[in-house]
Every structure is written in C-alpha cells, then in structure tokens.
C-alpha cells in the first residue's frame, strides 16, 4: 500500500491531569482513534514512524514543546503536518497571567505563565515549523452530556474556550489551517452512547472514507464541509471553526489507503457558468439587508437576470451536503463578490467562499474575487493581506460609494478576468 512519505503528525490527548480536574475518558480515546486513522495504510496512510502519540502522563508541558520542536526540525516546505489537540485549554481575562493558553497534564492554574503554553509560545512553535500543509485540530472546550458541562470552573480562573484572536493568530501562517471543535463560546460535546466527542466521531468518519473528492486525496477544505454540518445537525449548540491562510486546498491524508474518486469538472468556459455572480456574505440583519434589499435590485435594474445570480445560503439546497453545494456553487459562478462586513470575518461558512475561490485563482489563473466593502464600520485590519491585494472596493463612502457600486455591477458583465 502506498503511504504519504512526507507526512507527519502530533496527536495529544490528555484527560488525568496532575492538577486540575479531570476531563472525560472519551479525550484519551478519541487522541488514540485520530492516531489509528493517520497511521492506517487503509485511510490516511501516515508512515507510523512520522506520528507522535502523546496522552496523560506523557504529555508534560516539556514533552509538548519538544515535540513541536521537533516537526519543525523533521519537516520541509513539502511535508504534510496534522497536529491534532483534546485538552483542557481556555483564556485568563484579567491579572498578570492575562492570555490564552494550553493546559499540559502538568499545568497549574495558579501558575500558567510558567506551566502552561500560552497562545503566543504555540503560534511561535507552529511558524518554526516549515512544511506548507498545516493542519491544526483543536478539542479544547469539553462538555458532558448534553445540557452538562464538564470543564473548568470559575475558581480555576480560565474561560473555557480561545477566543476568536487567537484562532486569527494561529492561521496567520501561510499554508496553515485551524480546525477547532466549536465557536468561542460554545463547548464540544460527548453524545450519551459515544466512545468518541461528537466532533472528533465526525472528524473519523471524514478521514476514514467519508469525505468526497476529486482525486486520491482527502483535502482540507472538504475535511472541513464534511464535519461541520454533521456536527452542528446532531448538536445545534456546537458549531466547529475554520480558520485558514492558503493557496491550495491541499491534502490532508490519502482517501482510503489512497483510492481514486472521481468529481463533476469546473465550468471551462464563458457559456458552461450558470450564474454571472456567486454572493458571498454574513448573515447578519445589516448585511441581509444590504444584500437582498439594495444590492440585488440594482443588478437587476441593470439587466442581470435574477437566474444568474447565487446568493449563499439561498442557492445551495439545506443538509449536510450544504457545504458540497457551495463548492459547486462558486465553481458554477464567473465572479464571487465577497460582502465585507465584521461580520463577515466571524462568519466560517463566509470565509469558506473566498479559500475555495482563491485556490481556483491559483490553479486556473483566473480572477474570480471581486471583495467589496458594504459596512463603513468595517476594521480594515482584519481582512487578510492577501485579499487586501485584491483592492476591495468600498461602496460605503459617501461621495463616491454610488458611482463605485456601478463599476462593481459593470465588472459582473465583462468576460470572467484571465492572465
């Protein structure tokens, strides 16, 4: 059976810590069933001497960084690398501890700044590590049952979860993916009956043969768009998160030992795009707003047909396949106009749209994106440097916001950009 030579993973799962109390047993079951997968010749197909297990006792906050150090010392721009984390790990809001962290087995709470590994030491440890496929899965914010939690309480002085900054500094590194389990302020979920957290059993499910493709391969963002909707469909409140920087949507591990699949083509030509326009924005009041009730109306008091154009959310049919039918949305799409709000940076299913976008840019050479400013309250700070290139039109100013609108409208009728 073939293996992915230039593989390597971290698997870490630590539930009897020295410390603090204690987190299920289902923690240490799903770090060995993340282990089993990756190193299966029949599924992700990691060379088993490229995988470093590390549960409980083992995973002392030395033996956390020495690991880490040591996928930057093995690895290069062409490897693969998953690192995948169930743990405690949450943020400390106030005082001179204030910052996020993750909890080794041998963390104290009362004194994280020195047993734990902050935020800023992990993004560090990821940014010395070379390869250019980074995939980092993050379990960190556990419950019970459902409706019972069973994570830190307020006398440990940690806020269950990361929040959203932390998230955006862990996926600054180019070719870096972050997969974590729920929102910030949300928990991950154990189902009564499950040996395996309800987001790691969907994330098993997908790198064991769940995931479709187009090739031997399971891809990160198809990883993504298989769990996320299966997860959010058993458990309402548990909503996982992808944060990414990335050029290619690259494999993360072999399909099936590495088994063909087979995929419907892209649109090739001007006449096989069955919409000029794929819209891509938040749902929020103000961004619906501006979505439905004055920017459609004016494409087509232009002569855009409403037939032509896909709006997410609408165009794609509901269900676990949603995130397959984006995909074949935007590849359907001459232009995908990115509707840049706050909200649309908190949104993943947003920020999905412009990754799948780019990587067709990359591939193709062709210019699909066409982002636009609709929020004059945008932070200007938070859209990513390399769709910051793209020069986002801001329809918001107030002089020039409405002759900018219709140099955005007359660019969806031109011929699709090329080299």
């Avoid at 080794?104 to 070379?130: C, H, K, N």
């Avoid at 070719?175 to 395996?196: K, M, T």
């Avoid at 098993?204 to 031997?216: N, S």
Wanted: with cysteine.
């Amino acid at each position: 059976m073939p293996t992915l030579d230039n593989a390597h993973g971290l698997v870490v799962g630590i539930a009897n810590y020295q410390y603090v109390r204690k987190l299920p047993a289902s923690v240490l079951q799903d770090s060995r069933d993340v282990f089993k997968a990756l190193v299966d010749p029949q599924s992700c197909a990691y060379p088993p001497q490229n995988v470093t297990l590390l549960q409980d006792d083992e995973a002392t906050g030395a033996a956390l960084r020495a690991a880490l150090a040591a996928l930057a010392q093995k690895t290069d721009g062409g490897s693969t690398v998953t690192i995948y984390l169930s743990s405690h790990g949450g943020r400390i809001e106030e005082g001179e501890q204030r910052g996020e962290y993750i909890a080794p087995v041998d963390a104290r709470f009362d004194q994280l700044a020195t047993t734990g590994i902050s935020g800023r030491d992990f993004s560090a440890a990821l940014d010395a590590i070379p390869a250019a496929k980074l995939l980092v899965i993050l379990d960190c914010c556990h419950a019970g049952g459902i409706g019972e939690a069973k994570s830190l309480a307020s006398e440990d002085g940690l806020t269950k979860g990361f929040s959203q900054g932390m998230y955006d500094r862990l996926a600054q590194g180019k070719g870096r993916a972050i997969l974590a389990s729920a929102r910030p302020d949300e928990q991950s979920y154990i189902l009564p009956g499950d040996e395996n957290s309800l987001f790691t059993k969907h994330l098993l499910a997908g790198l064991r043969g769940g995931v479709a493709g187009e090739d031997e391969f399971v891809r990160v963002f198809r990883l993504y768009e298989y769990v996320q909707p299966r997860v959010t469909t058993q458990h309402p409140n548990q909503h996982p998160r992808f944060k990414a920087n990335l050029e290619d949507n690259f494999p993360v591990a072999f399909f099936k030992g590495g088994q063909k699949q087979l995929a419907p083509p892209a649109a090739v030509t001007e006449e096989e795009f069955a919409y000029d326009v794929y819209i891509s924005y938040a749902e929020s009041d103000a961004d619906i707003e501006w979505v439905w009730e004055q920017f459609i109306p004016k494409l087509e008091a232009n002569g855009i047909d409403r037939k032509r154009i896909a709006v997410s959310g609408d165009v794609e049919r509901p269900g676990p396949t949603l995130f397959l039918e984006m995909e074949k949305a935007v590849l359907r799409s001459k232009r995908v106009l990115l509707a840049f709000s706050n909200d649309y940076f908190d949104d993943p299913r947003a920020t999905l749209a412009y990754e799948m976008t780019q990587n067709l840019q990359v591939k193709r050479e062709e210019f699909r994106l066409l982002p636009v400013i609709i929020r004059a309250d945008l932070d200007r700070g938070r859209i990513p440097e390399r769709l910051d290139l793209y020069g986002p039109v801001d329809v918001t100013h107030p002089a020039l916001g409405t002759r900018r609108l219709q140099k955005v409208i007359d660019e969806l009728k031109l011929p699709l950009p090329t080299r």
